[in-house]
C-alpha cells in the first residue's frame, strides 16, 4: 500500500513543480475531455508522446511512476482483456473452441487501456508536482468568481486547508489511543467481526470527542487572532502565473487541434 | 508615570447553564510593561479572565478596559489586534500548514497588504528565532516550537499586550524554558506588557506581581515575594509553594534563623552558606 503514489507529493523543482497550480488544474480538467478526441494509431501515438514529455519535464523517474501505479496496471489489464474478449467485430484473429478474439477486440483493448493510463498519469502528475496546500490555493483562486453567487468559497478552502494540517496529527493521535486501549486489553488484530466492530468504537469515541474539543479551541484561538470570515483577508501565499503556465496551456490547446486534426 | 494598559472593574461573568459566577466582582490593573502572573486552581476563573480581556467572553457587568479603550462590539476586532493570546494545547492553536503561514494568519485576518506582511512574518519569526523552520509542518515541531510559532503569530500583529493562557502547561521543561525565554526577551526588547495565567510556580517568581484567584474572586496581590509569604494560607486554596520556599520555611521551623524567605535557589545557597560561616 505503500508504494501507492496517487495522492502523493515528491518535492522537486523541475519547471512542473514550479507552475502555477491553477494552470495544472485547467490542463488536467480539460485533458481529461481532450483525452477522448484520441480514437485511432496516430492521436494515440500523439497522446501518449504528450503524456511522457509532461513526465520527462516533471524529473520524476518513470519508474517510480511505474512502481507507484502498480494496484491500477491490474485493472487497466482487466479493462484490457474485457474488451479483447467482448468486442466481436472486425476479422477474426484467432479462435480456440468458443473462444474468439477479433481484430477490433484488440485495437480497442489497447486504445482504451492507453487511455486510462495516459488519464491516470496525467492526474497523478499534478498531485505529484503539487502540494496539497497549493492545489487548494489553485482551487480557491479558481472558484473565487462564484463567490459572486454567494458560494462559501474561501471557507471551503480553510476546511481543505485546516483538514490538510490535521491528517499528521489526528493520525498521531489515533496511534496513541489505539496503544492506551491496548495498554487497556483492546484487541486491534484480531477476533470476531463483533469483537472488531468492539475494538474499533473504543477507539472511535474517543478520537472524536478529542476532534470536537481540538475544534473548539482551534475556533477559540482563530478567533483571538483577529479572525472573521473571509470578508476584507488578505492572503500570503501568492499565486504566480508564469510564461510556463502560459505555454502549459497553449500546448494543451495544440494538443486538443492537432487531435482534432489526426482523428478519423 | 507609566500608563495602565490593562484595567478591570467590577467585572462579572457567568457561564450559560451554570449556578456559580465564573468571575465575580472582580478589579484589578496592569501597568504598561509590566509581567502579572495570575495563579488559581481549576475553576478559580483565571482562564475566564484571559478570554474576557480580548472580548472572546464578554463581561455580564463591569468595564475592561485596554489602554483606556472601552472594549465593546465596536472596538474588539482593534483590541484582538492589540491583545495577543497564547494557548495551552500548542496543536490546537496551530492554524497554517507550515510555519510562515501560521505567522501569516494573524496579519491575513487583518487584511495586512501583502508585501509589508512578508516583512513583517519574517521579522517575527526571527524574533523567536524559528527562521530554520519556515517551511515546516506542525507535525515536525516540538510543542515549544510550536508556542514560539504563536508567539511569532501575535507579534506580527504588534500587539501591546500578551496573554499567555498556561501556555507552558502542557510543555515539557525545555520547551517551558524556551517559551518563557522567548517572552522574556520580547518584553525587553519591544516594552510588551505580560499577563500570564498559571500553574508553573518558576512563572510566578520572574514576575513583577501576582494576583491570587480564588473561587472566581481576586483573594490577594503583591510581589512573588508577598504572595509565597502567605504560605499556608496558599496550599489552602490548593497552590503549592516553590521548593525554595518550602524548604526555607522548614529549616527556620528546624530553628535555623534564616532571615527571609527564599524565591530562588541562588539566594537560598547564598544565604545557607554564609550562614554557615557566620555559625
Redesign the interface.
Known amino acids: 500500500m505503500n508504494s501507492m503514489i496517487i495522492g502523493k507529493y515528491v518535492p522537486g523543482t523541475s519547471i512542473v513543480h514550479r507552475m502555477d497550480p491553477r494552470s495544472k488544474l485547467i490542463m488536467v480538467f480539460f485533458y481529461v475531455f481532450i483525452v477522448f478526441l484520441a480514437n485511432n494509431v496516430e492521436t494515440y501515438a500523439v497522446l501518449m508522446i504528450f503524456t511522457f514529455s509532461l513526465i520527462l519535464l516533471s524529473r520524476i523517474p518513470l519508474s517510480f511512476i511505474i512502481r507507484g501505479l502498480k494496484p491500477i496496471f491490474l485493472v487497466i489489464l482487466f479493462t484490457f482483456l474485457l474488451h479483447l474478449f467482448m468486442t466481436k467485430e472486425g476479422e477474426l484473429l484467432y479462435r480456440l473452441g468458443w473462444f474468439e478474439i477479433y481484430e477490433q477486440g484488440v485495437k480497442q483493448g489497447v486504445f482504451i487501456s492507453l487511455r486510462f493510463l495516459s488519464l491516470i498519469i496525467v492526474t497523478t502528475l499534478l498531485t505529484l508536482t503539487t502540494t ?2 497549493e492545489v487548494t490555493d489553485g482551487v480557491e483562486s479558481l472558484l473565487s468568481p462564484l463567490k459572486k453567487f454567494n458560494m462559501p468559497i474561501h471557507e471551503l478552502a480553510l476546511m481543505m ?2 483538514s ?2 490535521f491528517i ?2 489526528l493520525m ?1 493521535e489515533t496511534d496513541k489511543i489505539m496503544k492506551a486501549q491496548t495498554a487497556r486489553g483492546v484487541d486491534f488484530s484480531g477476533g470476531s467481526f463483533q469483537e472488531r466492530i468492539k475494538a474499533i468504537v473504543s477507539l472511535l469515541v474517543p478520537l472524536f470527542i478529542n476532534s470536537f ?2 475544534a473548539e ?2 475556533a ?9 470570515g473571509g470578508e ?7 499565486l504566480t502565473w508564469k510564461t510556463a503556465d502560459t505555454a502549459l496551456i497553449v500546448s494543451l490547446i495544440l494538443l486538443a487541434i492537432i487531435l482534432f486534426i489526426l482523428r478519423s | 508615570m507609566r500608563e495602565i494598559a490593562v484595567s478591570v472593574e467590577n467585572v462579572s461573568f457567568k457561564y450559560p447553564n451554570e449556578a456559580n459566577y465564573a468571575v465575580k466582582n472582580v478589579s484589578f490593573y496592569v501597568q504598561e510593561g509590566e509581567w502579572l502572573a495570575i495563579v488559581g486552581h481549576n475553576g478559580s476563573g483565571k482562564s475566564t479572565i484571559a478570554k474576557l480581556l480580548n472580548g472572546l467572553l464578554r463581561p455580564e457587568s463591569g468595564v475592561i478596559k485596554i489602554f483606556s479603550t472601552e472594549l465593546n462590539e465596536t472596538t474588539i476586532w482593534e483590541i484582538r489586534k492589540r491583545v495577543g493570546m497564547v494557548f495551552q494545547n500548542p496543536d490546537n492553536q496551530f492554524v497554517g500548514t507550515t510555519v510562515q503561514d501560521d505567522v501569516a494568519f494573524g496579519l491575513e485576518n487583518n487584511g495586512v497588504p501583502r508585501d509589508e506582511m512578508v516583512e513583517r512574518v519574517d521579522e517575527a519569526i526571527r524574533l523567536v528565532k524559528m527562521e530554520e523552520f519556515l517551511e515546516q509542518e506542525p507535525h515536525h515541531l516540538s510543542g515549544g516550537q510550536k508556542q514560539r510559532v504563536a508567539i511569532a503569530g501575535i507579534i506580527a500583529l504588534q500587539p501591546d499586550i500578551i496573554i499567555l493562557d498556561e501556555a507552558t502547561s502542557m510543555l515539557d521543561p525545555k520547551g517551558r524554558n524556551e517559551v518563557l525565554e522567548t517572552v522574556r526577551d520580547l518584553k525587553k526588547k519591544q516594552k510588551i506588557t505580560v499577563i500570564s495565567i498559571t500553574h508553573d510556580l518558576e512563572e510566578v517568581v520572574k514576575a513583577d506581581r501576582v494576583i491570587v484567584m480564588n473561587k472566581g474572586e481576586v483573594l490577594t496581590q503583591g510581589t512573588p515575594e508577598e504572595i509565597f509569604l502567605l504560605g499556608e494560607q496558599l496550599e489552602k486554596i490548593g497552590l503549592d509553594l516553590p521548593f525554595t520556599v518550602k524548604l526555607s520555611n522548614e529549616l527556620k521551623g528546624a530553628g535555623f534563623p534564616l532571615t527571609t524567605d527564599h524565591l530562588t535557589a541562588e539566594g537560598l545557597v547564598e544565604e545557607l552558606w554564609t550562614l554557615y560561616s557566620k555559625m
Open positions: 496539497p496546500i486547508s485546516i490538510l494540517r499528521p496529527t498521531e474539543k481540538r479551541e482551534l477559540t484561538a482563530m478567533e483571538a487572532r483577529g479572525y472573521r476584507g483577508r488578505t492572503k500570503f501565499r501568492l
